[in-house]
């Protein structure tokens, strides 16, 4: 069975630091891998997925298949990068996500 | 366009009560989804609707939980005999078919049971 691991609850940074966000994740097929992200009174949408290999707001992820991680990147986050951040498992088998528990990163002033 | 719609944003029931939640997908969308957010958890996944396909109910945490999707297009979950514990956050979301593509996500409905 397919699991998602974001072993941070809680992440707090000062604005400017740079900030990662991990993920891990447990599947034995070929992964689709996912960061959507809730502001504060908005509904969750999608970030970035691995496959584009694209930048969204200064934010990075890079699939490491040989660690299973996902983990999400800025060099410099901003106070309104502070939210909840979800990495999403999408398998060969369908179009449902395994989403894990997510991050609630805080970015202060 | 429009996106994901959800009614009621939020519901309080007492424990025993039925109550259906409804969702309206993006038009052109075959694909619904429903998760369900429970506090401190993350998403969990309920039940998938594809096109004319049937749909996926491993998600189901009972079999008080049900869902159909009527004309390829609105959705309803049916909690029936509510629990306290099914007190959540229900979330809808839509897409094209396609395990890359981006899932469009409701408001969600509120629900507490009482």
């Known amino acids: 069975a397919q699991r998602v691991t974001q072993p941070e609850k809680l992440l707090s940074v000062f604005k400017g630091a740079p900030v990662e966000l991990k993920c891990n994740y447990s599947?034995?097929?070929?992964?689709?891998l996912f960061w959507y992200v809730q502001y504060s009174r908005q509904r969750l949408q999608l970030l970035l997925r691995h496959i584009s290999r694209e930048s969204i707001k200064g934010f990075t992820a890079d699939l490491n298949k040989g660690e299973t991680s996902f983990h999400l990147k800025k060099p410099f986050a901003q106070e309104e990068d502070s939210a909840m951040y979800y990495c999403?498992?999408?398998?060969?088998?369908?179009?449902?996500?395994?989403f894990g528990e997510g991050t609630q990163l805080t970015v202060n002033p | 366009g429009a996106g994901v719609s959800q009614s009621p944003s939020n519901k309080v029931t007492e424990k025993g009560k039925d109550v259906e939640l409804r969702c309206d997908p993006i038009?052109?969308?075959?694909?619904l989804y429903w998760y369900r957010q429970s506090l401190g958890q993350g998403l969990e996944f309920l039940i998938y609707f594809q096109g004319n396909s049937a749909p996926d109910k491993s998600g189901l945490p009972s079999d008080r939980f049900s869902a159909e999707r009527t004309g390829g297009s609105v959705s309803t979950l049916t909690i029936q005999r509510t629990q306290q514990e099914d007190s959540a956050v229900y979330l809808c979301?839509?897409?094209?078919?396609?395990?890359?593509?981006?899932?469009?996500f409701g408001p969600g409905t509120r629900l507490l049971v009482l």
């Open positions: 979301a839509s897409s094209s078919p396609g395990r890359s593509a981006t899932q469009y």
């Open positions: 599947y034995s097929g070929s992964p689709e």
């Open positions: 038009s052109g969308h075959t694909a």
């Open positions: 999403a498992l999408g398998t060969a088998s369908g179009s449902r996500l395994t």
